[in-house]
Protein backbone atom coordinates (compact mmCIF):
# COMPACT_ATOMS: atom_id res chain seq x y z
CA UNK A 1 0.00 0.00 0.00
CA UNK A 2 1.11 3.68 -0.82
CA UNK A 3 0.90 7.03 0.57
CA UNK A 4 0.13 6.07 4.03
CA UNK A 5 0.04 9.17 6.61
CA UNK A 6 2.61 9.23 9.51
CA UNK A 7 0.98 9.13 13.11
CA UNK A 8 2.53 11.61 15.72
CA UNK A 9 5.65 9.96 17.10
CA UNK A 10 4.10 9.43 20.51
CA UNK A 11 0.31 8.16 19.29
CA UNK A 12 2.70 5.34 17.18
CA UNK A 13 4.31 4.36 20.64
CA UNK A 14 0.83 3.80 22.73
CA UNK A 15 0.03 0.18 23.76
CA UNK A 16 -4.07 -0.12 23.07
CA UNK A 17 -5.90 -0.50 26.48
CA UNK A 18 -6.44 -4.13 27.27
CA UNK A 19 -10.15 -5.31 28.51
CA UNK A 20 -10.03 -7.65 30.50
CA UNK A 21 -11.14 -11.36 28.72
CA UNK A 22 -14.43 -13.04 28.94
CA UNK A 23 -13.06 -16.21 27.14
CA UNK A 24 -10.81 -18.71 26.88
CA UNK A 25 -7.59 -18.86 24.71
CA UNK A 26 -9.97 -21.59 23.24
CA UNK A 27 -13.33 -19.51 22.80
CA UNK A 28 -14.92 -20.95 25.72
CA UNK A 29 -17.29 -18.26 27.54
CA UNK A 30 -15.68 -18.03 31.02
CA UNK A 31 -17.31 -16.37 34.27
CA UNK A 32 -15.76 -12.86 33.88
CA UNK A 33 -14.13 -11.95 37.07
CA UNK A 34 -11.46 -9.42 35.38
CA UNK A 35 -13.13 -6.67 34.44
CA UNK A 36 -14.64 -5.59 37.99
CA UNK A 37 -17.71 -5.63 37.50
CA UNK A 38 -20.68 -6.02 39.81
CA UNK A 39 -21.64 -9.85 40.52
CA UNK A 40 -24.96 -8.34 42.29
CA UNK A 41 -25.69 -6.88 38.03
CA UNK A 42 -27.92 -3.80 37.87
CA UNK A 43 -30.59 -2.40 39.99
CA UNK A 44 -34.01 -3.19 38.64
CA UNK A 45 -34.93 0.08 38.94
CA UNK A 46 -32.13 0.97 36.52
CA UNK A 47 -33.00 -1.58 34.29
CA UNK A 48 -36.84 -0.37 34.34
CA UNK A 49 -36.07 3.33 32.72
CA UNK A 50 -33.88 1.74 30.13
CA UNK A 51 -36.82 0.47 28.96
CA UNK A 52 -38.98 3.38 28.63
CA UNK A 53 -35.39 6.02 27.50
CA UNK A 54 -36.51 8.19 24.87
CA UNK A 55 -37.06 8.40 20.91
CA UNK A 56 -33.70 7.39 19.51
CA UNK A 57 -34.18 9.28 16.50
CA UNK A 58 -33.49 12.68 18.37
CA UNK A 59 -30.11 13.63 19.44
CA UNK A 60 -29.89 13.30 23.44
CA UNK A 61 -29.44 16.46 25.87
CA UNK A 62 -26.19 17.37 25.34
CA UNK A 63 -25.23 18.35 28.91
CA UNK A 64 -26.77 15.38 30.63
CA UNK A 65 -28.95 18.29 32.56
CA UNK A 66 -31.22 15.47 34.88
CA UNK A 67 -28.14 13.50 35.63
CA UNK A 68 -26.15 16.54 36.56
CA UNK A 69 -28.71 17.50 38.68
CA UNK A 70 -29.49 14.26 40.45
CA UNK A 71 -25.62 13.67 41.18
CA UNK A 72 -25.44 17.13 42.82
CA UNK A 73 -28.40 16.63 44.75
CA UNK A 74 -26.68 13.14 45.76
CA UNK A 75 -23.21 14.54 46.70
CA UNK A 76 -23.81 18.02 47.73
CA UNK A 77 -22.62 20.03 44.74
CA UNK A 78 -23.52 22.68 42.26
CA UNK A 79 -24.39 20.37 39.43
CA UNK A 80 -22.05 23.46 37.50
CA UNK A 81 -19.24 22.19 39.00
CA UNK A 82 -20.09 18.36 37.05
CA UNK A 83 -19.37 17.28 33.74
CA UNK A 84 -20.23 13.84 32.46
CA UNK A 85 -18.29 11.32 30.40
CA UNK A 86 -18.58 8.38 28.23
CA UNK A 87 -17.08 6.44 31.04
CA UNK A 88 -14.47 8.36 33.48
CA UNK A 89 -12.54 6.94 30.85
CA UNK A 90 -12.93 9.74 28.39
CA UNK A 91 -12.54 12.43 31.87
CA UNK A 92 -9.42 11.73 31.99
CA UNK A 93 -8.21 11.08 29.10
CA UNK A 94 -9.24 14.85 28.18
CA UNK A 95 -7.94 16.09 31.64
CA UNK A 96 -4.76 14.81 30.32
CA UNK A 97 -4.92 16.86 27.20
CA UNK A 98 -6.62 20.10 28.47
CA UNK A 99 -3.04 20.59 30.52
CA UNK A 100 -0.77 18.47 28.90
CA UNK A 101 1.40 18.39 26.03
CA UNK A 102 5.17 17.97 24.30
CA UNK A 103 7.17 18.89 26.58
CA UNK A 104 5.35 18.33 29.78
CA UNK A 105 4.91 15.45 32.42
CA UNK A 106 2.25 13.27 33.58
CA UNK A 107 2.56 11.45 37.02
CA UNK A 108 1.33 8.41 38.60
CA UNK A 109 2.63 5.55 40.34
CA UNK A 110 3.73 2.18 39.20
CA UNK A 111 1.18 -0.52 39.28
CA UNK A 112 -1.61 2.10 38.39
CA UNK A 113 -4.43 2.76 36.49
CA UNK A 114 -2.85 1.22 32.60
CA UNK A 115 -4.94 3.90 30.84
CA UNK A 116 -3.00 6.86 32.54
CA UNK A 117 -0.12 5.89 30.37
CA UNK A 118 -2.47 6.02 27.25
CA UNK A 119 -4.34 9.38 28.57
CA UNK A 120 -0.40 10.80 28.80
CA UNK A 121 0.98 9.72 25.16
CA UNK A 122 -2.05 10.50 23.87
CA UNK A 123 -1.47 14.13 24.45
CA UNK A 124 2.41 13.91 23.49
CA UNK A 125 3.52 14.45 27.29
CA UNK A 126 5.56 12.41 28.89
CA UNK A 127 4.65 9.99 31.18
CA UNK A 128 6.84 9.59 34.66
CA UNK A 129 6.31 6.91 36.75
CA UNK A 130 6.70 6.69 40.68
CA UNK A 131 8.12 3.43 42.32
CA UNK A 132 5.16 2.41 44.97
CA UNK A 133 5.15 1.46 48.11
CA UNK A 134 4.26 -2.13 49.19
CA UNK A 135 2.18 -2.11 45.58
CA UNK A 136 0.48 1.02 47.23
CA UNK A 137 0.66 4.92 46.64
CA UNK A 138 3.55 6.58 48.03
CA UNK A 139 3.24 10.21 48.59
CA UNK A 140 6.71 10.88 48.96
CA UNK A 141 7.91 9.17 46.27
CA UNK A 142 5.11 11.17 43.93
CA UNK A 143 6.09 14.59 45.46
CA UNK A 144 10.10 13.84 44.79
CA UNK A 145 9.30 13.38 41.50
CA UNK A 146 7.23 16.69 40.82
CA UNK A 147 9.19 19.01 38.70
CA UNK A 148 8.48 22.40 37.03
CA UNK A 149 7.25 20.14 33.79
CA UNK A 150 4.40 18.39 36.03
CA UNK A 151 1.15 19.39 34.73
CA UNK A 152 -0.97 16.47 35.78
CA UNK A 153 -1.17 13.62 38.44
CA UNK A 154 -2.83 10.71 38.60
CA UNK A 155 -3.95 8.86 41.87
CA UNK A 156 -6.61 6.35 41.84
CA UNK A 157 -8.35 5.74 45.35
CA UNK A 158 -8.84 3.13 45.85
CA UNK A 159 -5.79 2.22 42.69
CA UNK A 160 -6.82 -0.62 40.54
CA UNK A 161 -4.90 -2.65 40.04
CA UNK A 162 -3.63 -3.30 43.64
CA UNK A 163 -6.41 -2.80 45.71
CA UNK A 164 -4.95 -0.01 47.56
CA UNK A 165 -6.52 3.13 49.65
CA UNK A 166 -4.81 6.31 50.75
CA UNK A 167 -6.58 7.93 53.65
CA UNK A 168 -8.03 11.26 53.67
CA UNK A 169 -4.70 12.80 55.99
CA UNK A 170 -2.11 11.31 53.00
CA UNK A 171 -4.34 12.78 49.90
CA UNK A 172 -4.61 15.93 51.55
CA UNK A 173 -0.95 15.91 52.68
CA UNK A 174 -0.09 14.94 48.32
CA UNK A 175 -2.12 17.90 47.49
CA UNK A 176 -0.47 20.42 49.68
CA UNK A 177 2.87 19.31 47.90
CA UNK A 178 1.82 19.99 44.74
CA UNK A 179 2.30 23.44 42.97
CA UNK A 180 -1.29 24.74 42.39
CA UNK A 181 -0.27 24.92 39.01
CA UNK A 182 -0.17 20.85 38.37
CA UNK A 183 -4.08 19.54 38.42
CA UNK A 184 -4.31 16.24 40.67
CA UNK A 185 -6.95 13.98 39.16
CA UNK A 186 -8.41 12.27 41.71
CA UNK A 187 -9.71 8.77 40.22
CA UNK A 188 -12.57 7.53 42.41
CA UNK A 189 -13.88 4.53 40.16
CA UNK A 190 -14.39 2.24 43.00
CA UNK A 191 -15.17 5.28 45.80
CA UNK A 192 -18.99 3.52 46.55
CA UNK A 193 -17.06 0.29 47.45
CA UNK A 194 -15.27 2.17 50.12
CA UNK A 195 -17.42 2.84 53.98
CA UNK A 196 -18.29 6.36 54.00
CA UNK A 197 -16.37 6.88 57.38
CA UNK A 198 -13.25 6.29 55.08
CA UNK A 199 -13.92 8.70 52.32
CA UNK A 200 -10.86 10.04 51.18
CA UNK A 201 -12.25 13.66 51.69
CA UNK A 202 -11.56 13.91 47.41
CA UNK A 203 -14.95 16.10 46.51
CA UNK A 204 -14.22 18.35 49.67
CA UNK A 205 -10.72 19.21 47.92
CA UNK A 206 -12.12 19.89 44.69
CA UNK A 207 -14.73 22.07 45.79
CA UNK A 208 -12.34 24.31 47.63
CA UNK A 209 -9.39 23.75 45.43
CA UNK A 210 -9.29 25.03 41.56
CA UNK A 211 -6.28 22.43 41.04
CA UNK A 212 -8.30 18.96 41.78
CA UNK A 213 -10.47 17.34 39.89
CA UNK A 214 -12.70 13.86 41.03
CA UNK A 215 -14.06 11.48 38.70
CA UNK A 216 -16.25 8.86 39.11
CA UNK A 217 -18.48 6.49 37.41
CA UNK A 218 -21.66 4.26 36.87
CA UNK A 219 -19.23 0.86 35.95
CA UNK A 220 -18.22 -0.27 39.07
CA UNK A 221 -21.27 -0.10 42.04
CA UNK A 222 -23.92 1.10 40.11
CA UNK A 223 -23.11 -2.04 37.55
CA UNK A 224 -23.94 0.00 34.79
CA UNK A 225 -20.46 -0.81 32.68
CA UNK A 226 -22.11 -1.20 29.52
CA UNK A 227 -23.86 1.88 29.61
CA UNK A 228 -20.39 3.95 29.84
CA UNK A 229 -21.28 6.77 31.82
CA UNK A 230 -18.78 8.87 33.96
CA UNK A 231 -18.89 11.90 36.04
CA UNK A 232 -16.66 14.57 37.26
CA UNK A 233 -16.05 17.51 39.89
CA UNK A 234 -13.95 20.55 39.94
CA UNK A 235 -13.62 23.92 40.00
CA UNK A 236 -16.55 25.69 37.36
CA UNK A 237 -13.64 26.98 35.52
CA UNK A 238 -12.24 23.55 35.19
CA UNK A 239 -15.74 22.07 34.35
CA UNK A 240 -16.30 24.88 31.61
CA UNK A 241 -12.60 23.84 29.62
CA UNK A 242 -13.89 20.35 30.26
CA UNK A 243 -16.87 20.76 28.32
CA UNK A 244 -15.35 22.16 25.50
CA UNK A 245 -13.06 19.74 24.33
CA UNK A 246 -15.68 16.32 25.73
CA UNK A 247 -17.75 14.85 22.90
CA UNK A 248 -20.65 16.83 22.60
CA UNK A 249 -24.11 14.61 23.14
CA UNK A 250 -21.78 12.09 24.35
CA UNK A 251 -23.83 10.24 26.98
CA UNK A 252 -26.88 8.88 25.16
CA UNK A 253 -30.86 9.03 25.69
CA UNK A 254 -31.04 5.74 27.51
CA UNK A 255 -27.68 6.13 29.39
CA UNK A 256 -28.71 9.57 30.96
CA UNK A 257 -32.45 8.13 32.38
CA UNK A 258 -30.63 4.70 33.09
CA UNK A 259 -28.11 6.26 35.24
CA UNK A 260 -30.80 9.24 36.99
CA UNK A 261 -32.96 6.16 37.94
CA UNK A 262 -30.04 4.23 39.53
CA UNK A 263 -28.87 7.00 41.16
CA UNK A 264 -32.23 6.54 42.78
CA UNK A 265 -31.51 3.49 44.33
CA UNK A 266 -29.27 3.99 46.91
CA UNK A 267 -30.27 0.41 48.30
CA UNK A 268 -28.42 -1.45 45.23
CA UNK A 269 -25.22 0.76 45.95
CA UNK A 270 -25.39 -0.23 49.96
CA UNK A 271 -25.96 -3.50 49.28
CA UNK A 272 -23.32 -3.86 46.77
CA UNK A 273 -21.19 -2.77 49.23
CA UNK A 274 -22.15 -5.21 51.63
CA UNK A 275 -21.71 -7.68 48.96
CA UNK A 276 -18.55 -6.92 47.94
CA UNK A 277 -17.47 -6.11 51.66
CA UNK A 278 -18.37 -9.72 53.05
CA UNK A 279 -17.43 -11.70 50.07
CA UNK A 280 -13.72 -9.53 49.82
CA UNK A 281 -13.18 -10.69 53.47
CA UNK A 282 -14.16 -14.34 53.24
CA UNK A 283 -12.21 -14.72 49.82
CA UNK A 284 -8.70 -12.30 51.61
CA UNK A 285 -8.95 -15.13 54.77
CA UNK A 286 -9.13 -18.00 52.28
CA UNK A 287 -6.00 -16.78 49.99
CA UNK A 288 -4.13 -16.41 53.66
CA UNK A 289 -4.50 -20.12 54.41
CA UNK A 290 -2.88 -20.79 51.44
CA UNK A 291 0.21 -18.48 52.68
CA UNK A 292 2.48 -21.96 53.44
CA UNK A 293 2.32 -22.31 49.36
CA UNK A 294 3.48 -18.50 48.65
CA UNK A 295 0.22 -16.91 48.45
CA UNK A 296 -0.68 -13.40 49.49
CA UNK A 297 -3.84 -11.25 48.93
CA UNK A 298 -2.83 -7.72 49.05
CA UNK A 299 -5.19 -5.51 51.23
CA UNK A 300 -8.39 -3.75 48.86
CA UNK A 301 -10.43 -1.39 49.38
CA UNK A 302 -12.01 -2.07 45.97
CA UNK A 303 -14.16 -5.10 44.33
CA UNK A 304 -11.55 -7.04 43.57
CA UNK A 305 -7.89 -8.64 45.41
CA UNK A 306 -4.59 -8.62 43.17
CA UNK A 307 -3.12 -12.10 44.66
CA UNK A 308 0.31 -12.56 44.43
CA UNK A 309 1.89 -15.97 43.59
CA UNK A 310 5.44 -15.64 45.30
CA UNK A 311 5.79 -19.71 45.75
CA UNK A 312 5.81 -22.90 43.78
CA UNK A 313 2.30 -22.13 41.91
CA UNK A 314 3.26 -18.76 39.89
CA UNK A 315 0.29 -16.56 38.77
CA UNK A 316 0.49 -17.46 35.21
CA UNK A 317 -0.14 -20.61 35.98
CA UNK A 318 -2.78 -20.03 38.30
CA UNK A 319 -4.24 -18.17 35.62
CA UNK A 320 -4.37 -20.69 33.32
CA UNK A 321 -5.84 -23.06 35.83
CA UNK A 322 -8.61 -20.88 37.13
CA UNK A 323 -9.09 -20.30 32.87
CA UNK A 324 -9.44 -24.40 32.36
CA UNK A 325 -12.13 -24.33 35.26
CA UNK A 326 -14.66 -21.92 33.17
CA UNK A 327 -12.73 -18.54 35.27
CA UNK A 328 -11.60 -15.59 33.50
CA UNK A 329 -9.18 -12.86 35.79
CA UNK A 330 -6.58 -10.75 35.03
CA UNK A 331 -3.02 -11.28 34.91
CA UNK A 332 -0.89 -8.23 34.41
CA UNK A 333 2.39 -8.82 33.07
CA UNK A 334 2.25 -5.84 30.52
CA UNK A 335 2.35 -3.82 34.10
CA UNK A 336 4.97 -5.46 35.30
CA UNK A 337 2.68 -7.39 37.85
CA UNK A 338 3.95 -11.24 36.36
CA UNK A 339 3.48 -12.49 39.87
CA UNK A 340 -0.13 -11.62 40.75
CA UNK A 341 -3.55 -11.87 39.76
CA UNK A 342 -6.13 -9.68 40.29
CA UNK A 343 -9.59 -11.39 40.61
CA UNK A 344 -12.63 -9.21 40.68
CA UNK A 345 -15.01 -10.39 43.78
CA UNK A 346 -17.94 -12.38 42.59
CA UNK A 347 -21.21 -13.98 44.02
CA UNK A 348 -20.42 -16.01 47.24
CA UNK A 349 -20.36 -19.39 45.48
CA UNK A 350 -18.07 -18.29 42.74
CA UNK A 351 -15.29 -17.40 45.53
CA UNK A 352 -15.74 -20.32 47.29
CA UNK A 353 -14.91 -21.93 44.12
CA UNK A 354 -12.09 -19.97 43.12
CA UNK A 355 -10.81 -20.06 46.64
CA UNK A 356 -11.15 -24.34 46.65
CA UNK A 357 -9.18 -24.31 42.64
CA UNK A 358 -6.58 -22.32 44.36
CA UNK A 359 -5.68 -24.44 46.88
CA UNK A 360 -5.98 -27.33 44.82
CA UNK A 361 -3.64 -25.76 42.22
CA UNK A 362 -0.91 -24.68 45.36
CA UNK A 363 -1.07 -28.49 46.78
CA UNK A 364 -0.38 -30.05 43.05
CA UNK A 365 2.57 -27.15 42.51
CA UNK A 366 4.73 -28.31 45.16
C1 LIG B 1 -9.21 3.09 38.37
C2 LIG B 1 -10.15 3.14 37.22
N1 LIG B 1 -10.48 4.32 36.72
C3 LIG B 1 -11.31 4.44 35.68
C4 LIG B 1 -11.86 3.34 35.08
C5 LIG B 1 -12.69 3.56 33.85
O1 LIG B 1 -13.95 3.18 33.98
P1 LIG B 1 -15.12 3.70 33.04
O2 LIG B 1 -14.53 4.32 31.82
O3 LIG B 1 -15.92 2.50 32.76
O4 LIG B 1 -15.84 4.73 33.86
C6 LIG B 1 -11.56 2.06 35.56
C7 LIG B 1 -12.09 0.86 34.91
O5 LIG B 1 -11.72 -0.25 35.14
C8 LIG B 1 -10.67 1.97 36.66
O6 LIG B 1 -10.32 0.78 37.15
Given at each position: MTGQPTPKPWIAAIHAYVPGKSRGADGRKLVKLSANENPLGTSPAALAARADATEPSLYPDPDSTALREALGALHGIDPARIVCGTGSGELLTIAASAFAGPGDEVLYVR?????YDIAARRCGATPVVAPDADYGTDVDALLALVTDKTRVVFVANPNNPTGSYLPKRELARLHAGLPSGTLLVLDQAYAEYVAPEEDDGGIELAAHHGNVLVTRTFSKAYG?????VGWATGAPALIELLNRI???????NGAQAVTVAALADQDFVIRSRAHNRAERARFVAAVEALGNHGLRALPSEANFVLVLFEGALGAEAAHDGLAARGYATRWLPGQGLAQGLRITIGTGDQMNDIAAILRELAEKAR
Open positions: YGFSLLAGERRGPFNIN
